[in-house]
């Protein structure tokens, strides 16, 4: 349960946060004044503080200059009204999480609150990177014996004593946030700020406000001068996942605080000096963004000071086993329930798929065998359909597919009847869609999810392409943008 600190002298404030947060996922409590919160932090705990900035005895600005000595991790969000905008840009200034202005709005509210809450166990969960499993708690830790996790291990441990800017690199569904918050963690950043930016699901034209701030005017909608996340995070450490989705534009700006420390805001001339320590991830292959001139040279070498390539799963399939066991614990743990077994059938069946969607596919799957499983134990048909119809008999034919495939011309009907046997093995599955589906799936990662190319290569146009990667719902497996 997150706990939430409301710090307001309005009456009919509080009253409105009890209606708006009356759920028992959160656990509100409320202050009448800053003296009386700062009472109710050692014993409360709560996980993000709410403060109005004008009230009796001390008010919301020295609040959060006490809050920020008691717990620099912790999130705080101000409450203003029009008229003390300026204070609530200044208090962000130092390390307010956000601002809200009165009246709020309520739909933006929860949004806000429940990013900042994201952020805050973002902050607190520390992230294990032993690899002995019998030693984790199932919270937060990155799992795996395998080579591939190995040296992912000894990398996290060496960037982790020093302050390097580090580029994770790897397949959607890798864990490579995970990765950057072991990194965090484990940092002499640790008590500092964290934050996470993903690159790819704030629109082009929000992202560089988003990140550098904006002042008033800077564009329309621009009411109010705005801190972006790199001043809110001076001295900490901010994700940029999904970096090779920039525009060339922002691009150039990450650059200069990397060189410098220092930026301007959108639409102002003031330059803004901070130090924050950088932490990349991709999942597309950046040199081929630069042989393109689609992302910075400079900049990929700036970021790819130390590179962390996390394998697929597909090539630490012996970690399958410690996965999908820490998934069944750390599941029950959060339903409270005792954990599920698994048959060993059922086990077989997900070392043998080949997992497009990597570490966060099999999470999802296990997820849902949960759900739908009947006793106490998971059992193959409990499995998706598209897990369980991968035969066996494809095994056997590798050498086969294979000798096809390094062939110098490819011998297109030996390869369809070893196809047909595929499928006669497996009725229910139907072959042309199936084939059609993996075909898309391969052309796909070919070009890192470019569809004018993938087009291309499959002989169709893009529009037919759209149709079928909604039609097989390859997005999810390729976060493609």
Known sequence: MDKLLLIDDEADVQYSFRRIFNSPEIELATATSGEEGLKLIPKLKPDLVITDIRMGGINGLETLRRLRQLDPKLPVILMTAYGTTQMAIEAMKLGAYDYILKPFDVPKLKQLVQAALKAARDMKQVVSYEPLLESEDYDQGIVGRSEPMQNVFKLIGQLAASDATALITGESGTGKELVARAIYHHSQRSGQPFIAINCAAIPENLLESELFGH???AFTGATNQRVGKFE????GTIFLDEIGDMSLATQTKILRVLQSGTFERVGGNET???DVRVIAATNKLLERAVSAREFREDLFYRLNVVRIQMPPLRERRGDIRLLVN??????AQAQKQKPKSIAVEALTILENFHWPGNVRELENVIQRAIVVAKGDAILPGDLPADITRTPASVKGDTTKLNAVE?????DLASLARILFQWARGNKELKIIPAIEREL????LRETNGNQVHAAKLLGITRATLRKRVEKFHIQRELSIH
């Open 215 to 217: 002042e008033k005017g």
């Open 232 to 235: 809110q995070c001076n001295h």
């Open 272 to 274: 803004v000096k901070v």
């Open 326 to 331: 820490y998934f069944l614990q750390k599941l």
């Open 406 to 410: 390094s062939s110098a011309a490819p």
């Open 440 to 443: 898309i799936l391969n052309a």
